[in-house]
C-alpha cells in the first residue's frame, strides 16, 4: 500500500504549498493496541479531508492527537509548516482547531450560549451579549437554528450535534475536525452539513471530515484517506478523485479499506421474505402508550421470521416504544401479547426469558458496564442462571468459554475476554452487544439502530446477522433512521411521527415515497 | 475503581506494597515524635509490645477487631453496589443501645444461646430498620444517599441518647446508661483467653460477605448497579429491590457489630458513647479496594496501633489523639502508594 | 413561663441562633463551591479545626482579632492545598483522603493544644461588635441581629456574592462544568485541575473562617474536637441546597435555630429533652425528603478523578 503520500502531491491540485496542518510518522500505543502505526496526514485549506477506515481502525485517536486530548508516542506536528506541540486541548485551539468529537462533549446542565462561553479566561467578564451575536452569527452561517438559553441536556441528539458543531466553529478558526458528525443527523441534516463544510472550505477552512457512509465520503470530500488497522492504507488526492466516476471511486476506497475484490456492501439489495405465513403471530401490540405521550396508541402485529421496519425522523418515540416493548418502560395504556400471552406487566427478565431481545442503541450508557470484562458483560442478562452459574456460584471457566467463543463468532476485535469493554472501539462493543443478543434461544429481535457507528464492513455483517436471524425464525424489529437499510431488510414498514405509528407500508416498489411523506406528518 | 480490578491482596508482592506505606507512615511519624521530643523507638517498642508481642495486648487487639470487621463487611456489600451507606455509626449505635437494653432481661429468662440470637437478631433488624428510610428515599425518588444516611446518624444518636435517658435508662445508675450485662454473661471466650466468639463470628461473616460479592451472581447483580444502574435496569435487574436489600443487609451488618461490641465486650451503652468506628473504617475499605481478605489486614493493621498507640501514647505524656495523625499519615501514604503502584503496572 | 418573652430572653436566643448558625453557613458555602467543582470534601471538619486552632493562636498571641481570622483562613487553607495536591492534581479517592484530613488535623490540632495550651487553658476577652447605624435601634431584633461580629455581615454578603458568582462570571461556569462534565471544560481548553483546586482552596479558606469563628468569637478558647461535627452537618447541608447559595443559608439557620433553643429553653427553665430537639432539623430535612421527595441533584462528576483522554 502506499504510505505517505501528502508530500508527493502537495498543492499541485490547488495552488496551495503549506498545508495548515500536516501529521508524519505518529504512532500511538495503547496497552495491547496499535492505535497510530507511522499515520501521515495533511489538512490543507479549502479542503474537505475525509477519513475512512473500519471500526478500531484508529481515526478517532488520531484526532484525539491532533486536537491535544492524547500525545503520540513519536511523530511530528506541523502547522503552516512550523513543528508545534499539541500539549492540550487550548494548545489546539489557540492553533485554530476545533473539534467535533464522536461522543457528545456538551455539559448537559449548562444552557446552549454557556456551554459556548465555556473557556474563555476565567478574569474576563462573561460577555453573554456579545457571545448571543456571535452565536446569532453562526447559526445563520450554519443555517441552525437553537434557543440559546435550552438546557443542553433538554435538546434532541441532532439539536446536540448542531450545537456542537457551533462550539467547534467557535473555537477553531481554521481548521474543523468533525468526528462521524452525520451519524446522528436525518437525511436532510447530513444534506445540510455538507453545504456547511462547503461553505466553509470556500472560505479557506480546512476541514476533516470521519464518516462511514462512502456516498456522504464521495459527495462531500476532496480527498479521502483510508486507516486500516491503525497503519494508513493509502490516500486519493483531489485531482484523483474528481477524475473518478463514484462507482469507480468506491471500489478504490473499499479496495483500500478490504483489500482487492470487495464487493461494495452498500449496493442496493433486498432480502427475500422469509415470514411464515402460517404461523400464529408472535407479538400482538394493541394501543400501547407509554412514556407520557412519547408513545401513542400503538398497534400492530408480527409474525416469526418477519421483519418490521419502523421508520421516523430520530425522537418520535421509537426509543421509547422499544422501551415499553422490552419491559423497561412502564405500559400505561394498551396490551403486548408475546406467543399468545399477555407480558403487558412483565418485567424486563422475563420477557427477556421468553426469548424477546432489546439491542439498545444506547452502547455505552446503558447496553453495558465499562469497567467490566467482555466476558461478564456478554452474560449480563443471564446472570445467576446455569451454565454460567451452579448453584448460585460463578464459573468463570465457562463464561470465559461463552465469551471466547462470541468474539470469534461475532468478530469482535480484542486482546481477549478478560478486556474492560469500554476500551473497544464503539463498532466492536457493537459486534459484541449483538453476540450477546442473539445468544441463547431469541424469538424476537427488537434492534434499534443497530447499524449506527458502524464501518461498511460491518454494517454488512449487522444486516446478514438480522436476515440470517429471520430466516432462522426470529421476529424482528429494526429502528433505524436508515432508508437503505429499512428498504433492505423489512417486509413491512411503520413509519412513528410524534408517538403514533402514521401508517405501516408494505416494502415494495412504491415504499420509499411513501414512507417519506409519512415521516414528516402527511398522509 | 473496577471491582473486577486485581484485588490488593491477591497480586504477589501486595504484602510488600502494603508494607511499604506502613513504614514510611511510620518514619514520618518517628519524625514528629523526634521533634516533640520523644523517642520513637522506644515508642513504636511500646505499641508493638504492648499490642501484638504481649499476650493480654494481643488479644484486645482481637476483640477490637470485631466490631471494625463487621462494620467493614457492611461497608463492602454497599460500597460494591455502589451506594454510599455512611450511615453505619447511626446504624450501629442504635442497634447496641437496642441489643444493650434487652440483653440482662432476655440472658435472664431465656436459655442463654437463644436469647443471644434473638438479641443478634433485634441488633440487625434495628440496624436494617434505620436505614430503610434511606433507602426508600434512594430507590423511590433517587434522593443521595450521602445526606439521607448522613442524617440519619444524627437522628440516631439523638434517638439512642433520648432512649438510654428515658425507657432504656437502668434507674439504679446516676449517669444516664443501659442496664449492664454482667461480665459472665457477656459471649463465651475462646479458651483461656479474651477473645469472645464474636471475634471469631465477624471473621467468618466477612469471609463470607467477600464469596458472596465476587463469586455468586447475586453479588455480580449487585455490582451491575452499583457501577451503572442503567445498564441494570436494561439488563433486567430489579433495580429498586436490589437497593433495599444492599441498605437492609449493610445496615443489619453494622447493627451485627454494635451487638458484638455491646454483648462482647461493652456490656451497656452511655448516653455519651460514640465510638464513630464507621468513619474509621470507611478508607481501609476503600483502600482494601473492597476486598474482605485485604480488609481483615488493614483492620489489623488499625487495631494494634489503636490498642498499642494508646499505651504508648500515655507513657509518652502524648494526648491519645496523637495516634490519629499516624491513622491519617497510612491512609494518606497507602492511597498515594497504591496509586502509584497501578500507574507503574499501565 | 414569663422568661420566654423578656426581651433579654430573645436578644440571647436570637443571636444565639446566628453564632450557631454561622460557622454552618461559611463552612457550608465552602462546600457548596467543591461540590459544584465535583469534589466531596470530606476534609472540611478537618479544615474548620485548623481554622479554628490557628485563629485562636493568632489572635491569642497578637490581640487582633482581624490577624486571627486571617490565620484561620490561611489554616483551612493549607489543610484544602493539601486535599487539592492529593485528589485534584493526583487523582486519589477523595473519601479516604478527605477523611484522613479530618483525623489528622484533630489529631494534630489536638496535640498542638496539649504541648500549649493544656496547662494553662488561655482564653481571649470578648470580640468587639459593630452595630449597624439605626438598624441596631430596633428593640429586640436591633441588639440581635444588628449588632454583630464584622466577620457575621461577610459572612452574609457572601450569599449573594456567590450566587453571582456561579451565574453571571467565567468562573462560575468554569465550575459547573468542572462538577458535572471535566471532560468538556478540559476541551474547551480550561485546566479542570486548576478550577478544581481553586473551589478546594476556597473551602478551606471558609471552613477556615468559620472554625475561627467558633473559637474566637463562639468560644473564646480553643478546646480539641470543638467543632464536634459542625463540618459534616455543613457538608449535608451543601448538599442539599444543590448548588444555591441562599438554601445554605437557610439550611444553616435551621439547625442554629435548632441547637439555640434547646440552650435557651433550658436557660428559661424548660425540662425537655435536648436529644430530641436537636434532631428536629434533621427530621425536619428527613420529613420533606420524604414528603416532597426530590433527586438531590448533585453533579454528576461529584467525586470522579478526572484523566485526560482515558476510557
Ligand atoms: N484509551 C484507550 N485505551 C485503550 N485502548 C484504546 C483507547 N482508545 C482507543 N483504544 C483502541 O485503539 C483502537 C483505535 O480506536 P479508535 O477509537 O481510534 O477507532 P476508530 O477508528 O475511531 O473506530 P470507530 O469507527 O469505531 O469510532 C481501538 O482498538 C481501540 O480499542
Ligand atoms: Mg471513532
Redesign the pocket.
Given at each position: 500500500m502506499p504510505e505517505g503520500t501528502g508530500a508527493a502531491t502537495t498543492g499541485a491540485d490547488r495552488g496551495l504549498d503549506v498545508p495548515l496542518v500536516r501529521l508524519s510518522g505518529i504512532t500511538k500505543r495503547?496497552?495491547?493496541?496499535l492505535?497510530n502505526d507511522e499515520v501521515s496526514f495533511d489538512i490543507r485549506p479549502g479542503e474537505v479531508h475525509a477519513l475512512l477506515?473500519?471500526?478500531?481502525?484508529?481515526?478517532?485517536?488520531?484526532i484525539?492527537i491532533l486536537s491535544g486530548v492524547l500525545q503520540p508516542d513519536s511523530g511530528r506536528i506541523e502547522v503552516n509548516g512550523r513543528p508545534v506541540r499539541i500539549a492540550s486541548p487550548r494548545d489546539a485551539i489557540r492553533l485554530g482547531i476545533g473539534t467535533v468529537y464522536?461522543h457528545s462533549t456538551l455539559v448537559p446542565t449548562l444552557s446552549v450560549v454557556q456551554n459556548l462561553m465555556l473557556g474563555q479566561r476565567w478574569w474576563r467578564p462573561l460577555g453573554r451579549a456579545a457571545a448571543l451575536a456571535r452565536l446569532a452569527e453562526l447559526s445563520a452561517l450554519l443555517g441552525v437554528r437553537v434557543d440559546p438559553d435550552a438546557t443542553a441536556g433538554s435538546l434532541s441528539l441532532g439539536q446536540q450535534q448542531q450545537v456542537e458543531i457551533v462550539k467547534a466553529l467557535w473555537r477553531g478558526e481554521r481548521v474543523l475536525v468533525l468526528?462521524?458528525p452525520t451519524s446522528m443527523l436525518t437525511p436532510q441534516g447530513v444534506e445540510e452539513l455538507g453545504q456547511v463544510m462547503a461553505r466553509l472550505a470556500a472560505r479557506g477552512f480546512g476541514i476533516v471530515f470521519?464518516s462511514?457512509k462512502l456516498q456522504e465520503v464521495l459527495a462531500f470530500g476532496h480527498r479521502v484517506t483510508v486507516?486500516k488497522l491503525?497503519r494508513k492504507a493509502g490516500e486519493i488526492p483531489p485531482a484523483r478523485l474528481s477524475a473518478l466516476s463514484p462507482a469507480e471511486a468506491t471500489a478504490e476506497i473499499l479496495d483500500l479499506m478490504f483489500g482487492r475484490g470487495a464487493a461494495d456492501p452498500e449496493a442496493p439489495r433486498r432480502r427475500a421474505s422469509t415470514i411464515r405465513a402460517d404461523d400464529a403471530p408472535l407479538l400482538e401490540v394493541e394501543h400501547l402508550s407509554a412514556g407520557e405521550g412519547a408513545v401513542q396508541d400503538v398497534s400492530f402485529t408480527l409474525r416469526p421470521g418477519e421483519i418490521l421496519g419502523i421508520a421516523g425522523v430520530d425522537g418520535n418515540g421509537q426509543k421509547q416504544l422499544a422501551e415499553a416493548l422490552a419491559g423497561q418502560l412502564r405500559a400505561e395504556a394498551g396490551r403486548i401479547r408475546f406467543a399468545g400471552r399477555d407480558i403487558t406487566r412483565l418485567p424486563v427478565a422475563r420477557r427477556h426469558a421468553l426469548g424477546l431481545r432489546y439491542l439498545t442503541d444506547d452502547r455505552l450508557g446503558e447496553g453495558t458496564v465499562g469497567g467490566f470484562a467482555i466476558g461478564t458483560n456478554l452474560v449480563m442478562k443471564r446472570v445467576g442462571e446455569p451454565p454460567f452459574w451452579a448453584g448460585g456460584f460463578e464459573r468463570p471457566a465457562r463464561i470465559a468459554a461463552h465469551a471466547r467463543e462470541l468474539i470469534g463468532r461475532y468478530d469482535v476485535?480484542?486482546p481477549g475476554p478478560e478486556v474492560p469493554i469500554a476500551?473497544?472501539?464503539?463498532?466492536?462493543i457493537q459486534k459484541a452487544l449483538f453476540g450477546r443478543e442473539l445468544s441463547g434461544e431469541p424469538r424476537l429481535l427488537l434492534a434499534n439502530k443497530p447499524t449506527y457507528?458502524?464501518?461498511v464492513a460491518n454494517i454488512r455483517a449487522a444486516r446478514d446477522r438480522i436476515s440470517a436471524a429471520a430466516a432462522a425464525g426470529v421476529a424482528c424489529i429494526l429502528i433505524s433512521t436508515e432508508l437503505d437499510e429499512l428498504l433492505e431488510l423489512s417486509d413491512r414498514i411503520a413509519v412513528m411521527y410524534r408517538g403514533r405509528i402514521a401508517g405501516i407500508v408494505g416494502n415494495g416498489p412504491d415504499a420509499e415515497r411513501a414512507i417519506g411523506r409519512l415521516m414528516v406528518g402527511g398522509a | 475503581m473496577s471491582a473486577a480490578a486485581t484485588p490488593a491482596a491477591a497480586a504477589l508482592p501486595a504484602w510488600l506494597r502494603a508494607l511499604v506505606p506502613l513504614v514510611l507512615a511510620l518514619g514520618i511519624g518517628a519524625l514528629i515524635l523526634a521533634a516533640l521530643g520523644r523517642d520513637p523507638v522506644q515508642f513504636f517498642a511500646n505499641v508493638l509490645n504492648r499490642a501484638v508481642f504481649n499476650r493480654s495486648g494481643l488479644q484486645e487487639t482481637l476483640v477490637l477487631m470485631a466490631p471494625l470487621l463487621l462494620i467493614a463487611a457492611s461497608l463492602i456489600v454497599c460500597f460494591r453496589a455502589g451506594l454510599w451507606n455512611l450511615g453505619i455509626d447511626g446504624q450501629f449505635l442504635l442497634a447496641a443501645t437496642f441489643a444493650s437494653a434487652f440483653a440482662a432481661a432476655w440472658v435472664a429468662a431465656l436459655p442463654y444461646w437463644v436469647a443471644m440470637a434473638l438479641l443478634f437478631l433485634l441488633a440487625a433488624a434495628v440496624g436494617a430498620g434505620w436505614a430503610m428510610l434511606p433507602a426508600f428515599l434512594k430507590a423511590r425518588y433517587g434522593v443521595n444517599e450521602i445526606v439521607s444516611t448522613l442524617m440519619m446518624n444524627f437522628l440516631g444518636f439523638g434517638l439512642s441518647a433520648f432512649l438510654i435517658k428515658t425507657l432504656f435508662g437502668d434507674p439504679e445508675h446516676p449517669a444516664p446508661q443501659t442496664t449492664m450485662l454482667e461480665v459472665a454473661e457477656r459471649l463465651p471466650r475462646i479458651g483461656e483467653t479474651l477473645v469472645h466468639v464474636g471475634v471469631v463470628f465477624a471473621l467468618l461473616v466477612i469471609l463470607a460477605v467477600h464469596v458472596v460479592m465476587t463469586r455468586t451472581g447475586f453479588g455480580l447483580r449487585l455490582r451491575i448497579v452499583g457501577h451503572n444502574p442503567r445498564a441494570a435496569e436494561h439488563a433486567g435487574l430489579n433495580v429498586r429491590r436490589l437497593t433495599f436489600a444492599v441498605f437492609a443487609i449493610s445496615a443489619a451488618l453494622a447493627g451485627l457489630a454494635g451487638a458484638v461490641e455491646v454483648l462482647g465486650v461493652r456490656g451497656v451503652v452511655r448516653a455519651d458513647w460514640h465510638p464513630g468506628y464507621g468513619l474509621l473504617v470507611v478508607p481501609l475499605v476503600f483502600l482494601a479496594r473492597f476486598h474482605g481478605v485485604a480488609a481483615i489486614a488493614f483492620v489489623f493493621v488499625f487495631a494494634v496501633l489503636s490498642i498499642g498507640g494508646e499505651s504508648a501514647a500515655r507513657r509518652a505524656d502524648l494526648p491519645n489523639d496523637f495516634l490519629l495523625i499516624m491513622m491519617a499519615l497510612i491512609l494518606v501514604i497507602l492511597a498515594v502508594t497504591d496509586h502509584v503502584a497501578s500507574r507503574a503496572r499501565g | 413561663m414569663d422568661a420566654l418573652f423578656t426581651n433579654a430572653f430573645l436578644v440571647a436566643f436570637v443571636s444565639g441562633t446566628i453564632a450557631a448558625s454561622l460557622p454552618l453557613l461559611l463552612a457550608g458555602l465552602g462546600e457548596q463551591m467543591s461540590e459544584k467543582a465535583g469534589v466531596l470534601n470530606l476534609g472540611l471538619e478537618g479544615m474548620m479545626l485548623v481554622g479554628a486552632f490557628c485563629g485562636f493562636a493568632v489572635a491569642l498571641e497578637t490581640g487582633s482579632f482581624l490577624l486571627g481570622f486571617l490565620a484561620g483562613a490561611a489554616g483551612g487553607m493549607a489543610v484544602a492545598a493539601m486535599m487539592a495536591a492529593l485528589c485534584v492534581a493526583l487523582p486519589l479517592n477523595q473519601i479516604v483522603v478527605g477523611i484522613a484530613l479530618t483525623l489528622g488535623m484533630q489529631g494534630a490540632t489536638s496535640l498542638a493544644h496539649h504541648v500549649l495550651y493544656s496547662r494553662t487553658f488561655p482564653r481571649l476577652p470578648r470580640q468587639p461588635e459593630v452595630a449597624l447605624p439605626l438598624l441596631s435601634q430596633i428593640p429586640v431584633l436591633g441588639p440581635s441581629l444588628f449588632t454583630q461580629n464584622p466577620v457575621v455581615y461577610l459572612a452574609l454578603l457572601l450569599v449573594p456574592a456567590a450566587a453571582w458568582l456561579y451565574r453571571a462570571t467565567n468562573i462560575g461556569l468554569n465550575l459547573a462544568a468542572a462538577g458535572s462534565k471535566p471532560a468538556a471544560l478540559d476541551l474547551a481548553g480550561v485546566s479542570v485541575t486548576a478550577t478544581r483546586a481553586f473551589a478546594v482552596l476556597a473551602t478551606g479558606a471558609l471552613g477556615g473562617l468559620g472554625g475561627a469563628y467558633m473559637a474566637n468569637i463562639g468560644a473564646g478558647l480553643f478546646v480539641p474536637f470543638m467543632t464536634g461535627g459542625a463540618g459534616f452537618m455543613a457538608i449535608v447541608i451543601a448538599m442539599l441546597a444543590r448548588g444555591r447559595p441562599a438554601w445554605v443559608l437557610g439550611g444553616a439557620l435551621l439547625v442554629g435555630f435548632a441547637t439555640s433553643i434547646t440552650t435557651a429553653l433550658q436557660v428559661a427553665g424548660f425540662n425537655i429533652p435536648t436529644d430530641l430537639v436537636l434532631m428536629l432539623p434533621f427530621g425536619t430535612i428527613m420529613l420533606v425528603l420524604t414528603l416532597f421527595g426530590r433527586r438531590a441533584g448533585l453533579p454528576a462528576a461529584l467525586g470522579l478523578p478526572y484523566h485526560r483522554?482515558?476510557?
Open positions: 495503547f496497552p495491547g493496541v492505535a477506515g473500519e471500526n478500531g481502525a484508529g481515526k478517532s485517536t488520531l484525539a464522536q468526528d462521524e470521519v462511514h486507516l491503525g476485535r480484542t476500551t473497544l472501539s464503539g463498532g466492536n457507528g458502524l464501518d | - | 483522554g482515558a476510557r
